[in-house]
């Protein structure tokens, strides 16, 4: 044999050796599923350890697949969202786009906190593939560019349309840092169709998300947003019993990071005047720094909690419960981009009246520490 014949040869024996891994790559035979095909994502995680992407349907899921009848147009097939639950279960088109595009399809997906009934759309994305029935086109029957999911626009090959399709859906984690801490569910629903029948099937996907922020824990003063609150006692004068006293509300509002479910809050107040504080626990003292009686204001420290009154016994712990029933308030905490709810939990300071006599004039400073603990355990 001479040398042409042996390469005619070798290039026979080298197509019978390709074809057949060309031929495996054909999608199978699938027909659509003919009824609701249900998922379920349930993830938990902390926003300082956000997650990847979610594949909600990895590239080239087959929706059906029939090589042997074109002329059930699986190769023109496309999804759209329900025109009867929209946008609840998906803002998307509820009708064929017939757009020739290969960009990323962008779903709304409608996510609700349970606690708060907070309401948050992000956006999932997709794309479908189509299939030929044979390999004249391509190396393994597949397109080369995608189409958008709400299209029946298909390009054919060989005089015949494409025998399948796939469609990849997928939730970025750039949406998902969208979302605050708490628990989001929510549902989307896609209805597969052709140019030839409405209703092949539906995709529901469901999810549940138990979001974390732990790293946010904060104590919030409305009225000091970005600094550290100085207040002004009102320690007014009565010139009939000659006394001095007063009462004080600071708005506070407690953050625990947890979507407003801790199963408590554990809140000390503690005194950092400088000198050991009087026998209320809390003292002011005169700014010339002496230390004698006539120099201290004592005063006492409580919480209002869920029409309570929380007594505050300088540096004990207290811990306030019934979190996930407590009225919230919705605030936009320093550092942070979204608005997030917190417990109001108003911090008030008393000073008894006691006979102006007894104090030196002049201005009285003192400082206190105001610190929460939330338990480990996620709700």
Known sequence: MNRRGMWAVMLVVALLLVMPNAWGQRPPQTEPPRGVVT???LLSWDRSAMPGDIELMAPRTVLAYDRLDYGKLYGRLFVTCSPTNYPALGRCPTEDTGENTSTISRVGLVLTERR???V???VVHGQLLRADGNFA????AWKQYPRTLHTSYAIFCAAN????TSMHLWLPSSELERLVAGKWTGSLELNLRSPVEDSLGVYRFNFDFTITDRNAVSIYFPAFHNVTPLVQLNAAYDPIGQTIGGRTVLEM???DGLGSLAQ???VTVRDRGGHPPGPSGYS???TDGGTDDTRRLDYTVSLAHSGATVRMPNGVEQQLHGIDSAQLRLVILPGMSQPVFCVPTPITFDIPRVPISTQQAGTYFGELQVELRVPTTTP
């Open 284 to 286: 002011l003292w005169h």
């Open 116 to 118: 708060t009934g907070t």
């Open 161 to 164: 349309p494409p025998a399948g």
């Open 253 to 255: 509002c407690l953050y």
């Open 264 to 266: 408590y809050l554990g």
């Open 39 to 41: 998922s379920d994502t």
């Open 120 to 122: 948050s759309e992000v």
């Open 137 to 140: 086109c391509s190396s393994d």
